[in-house]
Every structure is written in C-alpha cells, then in structure tokens.
C-alpha cells in the first residue's frame, strides 16, 4: 500500500471495455506524462505496490510501467474524478517516461522545452542537478557538476555573488537585466540545497506552513 496516502476505494470501468483512463501527472514539476489504462486487477496492484500498473491493450495484459526500461512510475497520490470513472496519478518518474526517451508522452523529440507549467520547471530543473550530484561521470564538463566539486563554501559564495547583483538592479530599477541575474540566484540557490541535502519540496512545507499560520492569525 502506498504510505501515507488516503487511496480512493470506489472507481467505476466501463462496462463494455472493463478500463477506466488514467492522467499520469509529475507530482512534482506537475507536467502530465502520460494516459493509460486500469482495470480492476491493475488498480488493485498499483495501490498494493506504490507503481503504476496499468491494463496493456496492446499486450492483453497487466503492464508495470516501467517492467522493462526501469523508468518506474512511483505513485504519490490516486484522485478519481467527479463521475468516479477517470483516475489522475500524481507520481515521481524514475526517468523518461516515453518509450522514444522523452520525459512525457506529450513532448515531441525535436521540442526543445517540455510542456510543464512554467513553475513546475524548477523541480525538472532541481531533478538534473540531483543528477549532476549524483552521477558527475555522467556530464564531466558540466558547470553544475564544477560548482559540486568546488565545495559547499564556494557555492554559497556563488549565491551571495548572485543574491547582490540581484539586489542591484532592483534598486537600479534595470528591468531588463533584472529577470537574468534572478534566473542565476534561483540556480545556485538549487545547487546549495542539494549540496546541503535540501530539496526544493522541504523549503516549500515551509512556506505553506508558514501561510498556514499567517491565514491563521489572520482570523482571530
């Protein structure tokens, strides 16, 4: 069963097909990866097991996603929707989820962005420099993987540099500029937080309980 998460008990299949459709969407980038397909068996295993099983037309049988590539999908949430007859699954991919080595099945391979909501590339962004971290072998002339072998030291250092020409042309109201030297504080605030063995999740509990408890406040 997957941990900590209330699993809806009732979803309708159809009655002529025995499938129910199923939105596969990044819990954590919240890009829509993929459409497939459950029947009663394979609905049963994907809340035993915390991954996605689908029901394969194509095969005639119950499919694991990611059986064969290792690109798992882990499940984090289960919503049936208003009618009880369609599933949205918020997972973690394990890697493309694509058979063609895209991240979603909704990307083209020639596309040179993936059709995320804007906010949600931070946490596509967080997951590659998770990756330089962990595998620099993988990208040896990446800059991420340099600033990761330079020491935690030198990349704070990196994002006070930042933070300061972030603040000076804000008070220098240089608009133009402004947006880049912020895109550059973002990035390396990444990189201290997975040097340090943060993720960008952990900041943000803290943001929602902190307006948690300003709503709060707010009402007495």
Known sequence: MIPSVEVPRFLKFDTRTGLAPAIVQ????????????????????????????????????????????????????LHVDCDSDTVLVRAVPAGPTCHRGTVSCFEQPE?????????????????????????PMRAPASYTVSLFKSGIAKIAQKVGEEAVETVIDAVAGHKE?????????????????????????????????????????HLH
């Open 111 to 135: 596309q040179t962005y993936e059709p995320s909501a804007l906010v949600g590339f931070l946490a596509t962004l967080e997951r590659l420099i998770v990756e330089r971290y962990l595998y």
């Open 177 to 217: 500029t402004l947006p880049g030297e912020a895109a550059d504080l973002l990035y390396h605030l990444l990189v201290l937080l997975v040097a340090s063995g943060i993720s960008l999740a952990d900041v943000i509990v803290v943001l929602q309980q902190r307006h948690q408890n300003s709503s709060t406040r």
């Open 26 to 77: 990044d819990a954590e980038s919240g890009q829509v990866l993929m459409l497939g397909y459950f029947n009663s068996q394979a609905w049963e295993k994907t809340q035993r097991e915390g991954r996605v099983t689908f029901f394969s037309r194509s095969k005639n049988r119950l499919w694991t996603k990611g059986e064969s590539s290792g690109n798992f999908l882990a499940v984090v949430s």
